[in-house]
């Protein structure tokens, strides 16, 4: 049509700002997680070699072991948010190399002080990476069809990193020194530093008033209060100890004042009305309860394979690998799944499953069964990810686009949080079903059988200086306690799974795919430079005329039939197009 141009808005897949890109700025992602996963995991195997050589006493290594989760679980939400003002790149990159000086660091300690410290680095790059990596892949995929695929393959490469940890952490051991378990961080990092630069794209919330310091401090100071306490709950410490007890109770009272100061304020660090939208504080519940089933449940299962049916560590390993290669395909079946069975359905399914996979389990005994090990194992790593991919997504696509780092903050702190309770409410069900059962074994001394209460490694342990019958008698008192408890636990956990069923019951039914506007393009976008509405995207103008500005500017929806209007005509003139290499000009 001479003399007329035409601006048409493209389907909801195109308009709502996706490229070829973002599934590169998906692969940096997943590395950085990849990083921190290996790291949360793969000093597990190399405490019995920092003690030979640092010889730290036992609080050293206790801290040596949580001060990394710890501190991590803690800044989440203080970082996230600051990703959401000043930048998620920004705060992902700084976080790439504060994460690798501390490598260095921890590799290279001469003193178990030095190592404390430097695993606290760790934790504040990990707390800096973690959330940035979940907001900016919000942001870089907005069509939700494509978020789900993306969030899939992330949670699958966690799953990774999380059971790779443990066996690279071994190997490195066998032919190298302790520090080389951090040394692995540092050449990745070098690479993701440059690499990340260059290809993520910079994206922020708004920045409506100033940002809340005193309530981020609060946050921090306050979980790390709550995380602290709860882990010393789970190592077995007195309840009402001094330094179980402060720590809740401050955590507690801090997280309380800052929820009302968050309440209270125009422009809140964290937005508690998030928390109103049934499927975004239903699926941040779902998150604690399956943390808290998996975590305390792997801690168990894997006391039982080496202490009961006598397995070494690497065994151990690899037959918990099953798990992680069920987390895996389901992490990666995860969006056809969810475009299938909808988000409520999906979680649901996963609960279920997984509790039928916990009651499964529960036919374990003193004997090595390794076809019912197998399979309750692949059902249960199955239906865990079925149900913390459905919840992530769901959480994640419920919040505000610029609110992503504040959710994704939140999602990773309800993560940390079911880990520790977990591992807290469990060992203390498993503690209570064990230890009654060996006050009464014949032949054993009062004190013995008291301290043989503690643990089943302990147990042995007294059983091997007792010798004889009795020390075999208590030998297998503790086993088929041990047996019993974990029975015990696993219909507990089962319930808790059952739970999150019926808690699930309250997300949306099916997959919504609306578009949203605002999205960051990855492919289209310049690093540090933010993307607008449509008419700012419109290249190569500079001054539109009203009919075309109100034209670009009408919301749409996904599927309805388009009018008229959408089309502008008898539009006679327009500022000359841009230089080739901007963004596209209307044709």
Same mark, same amino acid.
């Given at each position: 049509?001479?003399?007329?141009?035409?601006?048409?808005?493209?389907?909801?897949?195109?308009?709502?700002?996706?490229?070829?890109?973002?599934?590169?700025?998906l692969?940096?992602?997943?590395?950085?997680?990849?990083?921190?996963?290996?790291?949360?995991?793969?000093?597990?195997?190399?405490?019995?070699?920092?003690?030979?050589?640092?010889?730290?006493?036992?609080?050293?290594?206790?801290?040596?072991?949580?001060v990394?989760?710890?501190?991590?679980?803690?800044?989440?939400?203080?970082?996230?948010?600051?990703?959401?003002?000043?930048?998620?790149?920004?705060?992902?990159?700084?976080?790439?190399?504060?994460?690798?000086?501390?490598?260095a660091?921890?590799?290279l300690?001469?003193?178990?002080?030095?190592?404390?410290?430097a695993?606290?680095?760790l934790?504040?790059?990990?707390?800096?990476?973690?959330?940035?990596?979940?907001?900016?892949?919000?942001?870089?995929?907005?069509?939700?069809?494509?978020?789900?695929?993306?969030?899939?393959?992330?949670?699958?490469?966690?799953?990774v990193?999380?059971?790779?940890?443990?066996?690279?952490?071994?190997?490195?051991?066998?032919?190298?020194?302790?520090?080389?378990?951090?040394l692995?961080?540092?050449?990745?990092?070098?690479?993701?530093?440059p690499?990340?630069?260059?290809?993520?794209p910079?994206?922020?919330?708004?920045?409506?008033g100033p940002?809340?310091?005193?309530?981020?401090?609060?946050?921090?100071?306050?979980?790390?209060?709550?995380?602290?306490?709860?882990?010393?709950?789970?190592?077995?410490?007195?309840?009402?100890?001094?330094?179980?007890l402060?720590?809740?109770?401050?955590?507690?009272?801090?997280?309380?004042?800052?929820?009302?100061?968050?309440?209270?304020?125009?422009?809140?660090l964290?937005?508690?009305?998030?928390?109103?939208?049934?499927?975004?504080?239903?699926?941040?519940?779902?998150?604690?309860?399956?943390?808290?089933?998996?975590?305390?449940?792997?801690?168990?299962?894997?006391?039982?394979?080496?202490?009961?049916l006598?397995?070494?560590?690497?065994?151990?390993?690899?037959?918990?690998?099953?798990?992680?290669?069920?987390?895996?395909?389901?992490?990666?079946?995860?969006?056809?799944?969810?475009?299938?069975?909808?988000p409520?359905?999906?979680?649901?399914?996963?609960?279920?499953?997984?509790?039928a996979?916990?009651?499964?389990?529960?036919?374990?005994?003193?004997?090595?069964?390794?076809?019912?090990?197998?399979?309750?194992?692949v059902?249960?790593?199955?239906?865990?990810?079925?149900?913390?991919?459905?919840a992530?997504?769901?959480?994640?696509?419920?919040?505000?686009?610029?609110?992503a780092?504040?959710?994704?903050?939140?999602?990773?702190?309800?993560?940390?949080?079911?880990?520790?309770?977990?591992? +807290? &409410?469990?060992?203390?069900?498993?503690?209570? %079903?064990?230890? /009654? #059962?060996?006050? @009464? $074994?014949?032949? !054993?001394?009062?004190?013995?059988?008291?301290?043989?209460?503690?643990?089943?490694?302990?147990?042995?342990?007294?059983?091997?200086?007792?010798?004889?019958?009795?020390?075999?008698?208590?030998?297998?008192?503790?086993r088929?306690?041990?047996?019993?408890?974990?029975?015990?636990?696993?219909l507990?956990?089962?319930?808790?799974?059952?739970?999150?069923?019926?808690?699930?019951?309250?997300?949306?039914?099916?997959?919504?795919?609306?578009?949203?506007?605002?999205?960051?393009?990855?492919?289209?976008?310049?690093?540090?430079?933010?993307?607008?509405?449509?008419?700012?995207?419109?290249?190569?103008?500079?001054?539109?005329?009203?009919?075309?500005?109100? +034209? &670009?500017?009408?919301?749409?929806?996904?599927? %309805?039939?388009? /009018? #008229?209007?959408t @089309? $502008?005509?008898? !539009?006679t003139?327009?500022?000359?197009?841009?230089?080739?290499?901007?963004?596209?000009?209307?044709?």
């Amino acid at each position: 049509m001479s003399g007329t141009t035409t601006a048409e808005i493209g389907p909801c897949r195109r308009a709502t700002g996706t490229g070829a890109n973002r599934w590169v700025v998906l692969v940096v992602l997943c590395v950085s997680l990849l990083l921190v996963a290996l790291d949360a995991t793969v000093l597990h195997v190399a405490v019995p070699a920092v003690t030979e050589d640092l010889r730290p006493g036992a609080e050293q290594l206790l801290w040596i072991v949580d001060v990394y989760p710890l501190v991590c679980a803690s800044l989440l939400i203080l970082f996230g948010t600051l990703g959401d003002r000043v930048g998620r790149r920004r705060v992902l990159l700084l976080g790439y190399a504060l994460f690798g000086v501390a490598s260095a660091v921890a590799a290279l300690s001469h003193s178990a002080d030095t190592l404390i410290f430097a695993r606290a680095l760790l934790g504040v790059g990990g707390a800096m990476i973690m959330p940035a990596t979940l907001s900016i892949l919000r942001q870089v995929f907005p069509d939700r069809r494509e978020r789900a695929l993306a969030i899939g393959i992330w949670s699958a490469v966690a799953a990774v990193g999380a059971a790779v940890g443990p066996l690279l952490g071994g190997f490195l051991l066998e032919h190298f020194w302790w520090g080389s378990v951090f040394l692995v961080n540092i050449p990745l990092m070098l690479v993701s530093l440059p690499i990340g630069r260059m290809l993520l794209p910079e994206s922020r919330g708004e920045r409506d008033g100033p940002w809340d310091v005193l309530g981020a401090l609060m946050a921090a100071a306050g979980l790390f209060g709550v995380v602290l306490g709860v882990k010393r709950l789970g190592g077995g410490e007195p309840p009402l100890s001094v330094l179980t007890l402060m720590p809740l109770l401050v955590g507690a009272a801090l997280l309380y004042l800052f929820v009302r100061r968050q309440s209270r304020r125009t422009h809140p660090l964290v937005d508690l009305r998030m928390f109103r939208r049934p499927a975004f504080s239903t699926s941040v519940g779902c998150i604690v309860l399956a943390m808290l089933a998996l975590v305390g449940l792997e801690l168990i299962a894997a006391q039982y394979l080496q202490l009961v049916l006598g397995l070494s560590p690497l065994a151990t390993g690899l037959r918990l690998l099953p798990l992680t290669a069920a987390a895996m395909a389901a992490g990666l079946a995860g969006a056809r799944m969810l475009r299938g069975l909808g988000p409520r359905r999906m979680v649901v399914s996963g609960f279920c499953l997984t509790a039928a996979a916990v009651v499964l389990l529960t036919a374990m005994g003193g004997q090595d069964n390794t076809p019912l090990l197998l399979s309750g194992f692949v059902l249960l790593g199955f239906g865990l990810e079925t149900t913390l991919f459905g919840a992530y997504e769901s959480m994640l696509s419920e919040a505000p686009a610029d609110r992503a780092g504040g959710a994704a903050a939140i999602g990773e702190t309800s993560y940390q949080l079911g880990a520790g309770i977990g591992i +807290a &409410l469990l060992g203390s069900v498993m503690n209570r %079903a064990y230890a /009654p #059962a060996l006050t @009464s $074994v014949p032949g !054993v001394p009062a004190a013995d059988r008291a301290a043989a209460g503690h643990s089943l490694g302990e147990a042995y342990e007294i059983a091997g200086r007792l010798g004889g019958s009795a020390g075999e008698a208590l030998r297998q008192a503790a086993r088929n306690s041990f047996v019993h408890g974990l029975h015990v636990t696993l219909l507990v956990s089962a319930g808790l799974l059952l739970l999150g069923a019926v808690m699930a019951l309250r997300l949306p039914r099916t997959m919504n795919c609306a578009p949203e506007s605002g999205a960051v393009d990855a492919a289209d976008e310049t690093p540090g430079v933010r993307t607008g509405t449509a008419v700012d995207r419109v290249a190569g103008v500079t001054e539109l005329p009203e009919s075309v500005a109100s +034209a &670009l500017s009408e919301p749409r929806i996904s599927g %309805a039939a388009e /009018p #008229a209007a959408t @089309s $502008v005509t008898s !539009v006679t003139e327009l500022p000359p197009p841009r230089e080739p290499g901007k963004p596209r000009a209307i044709a």
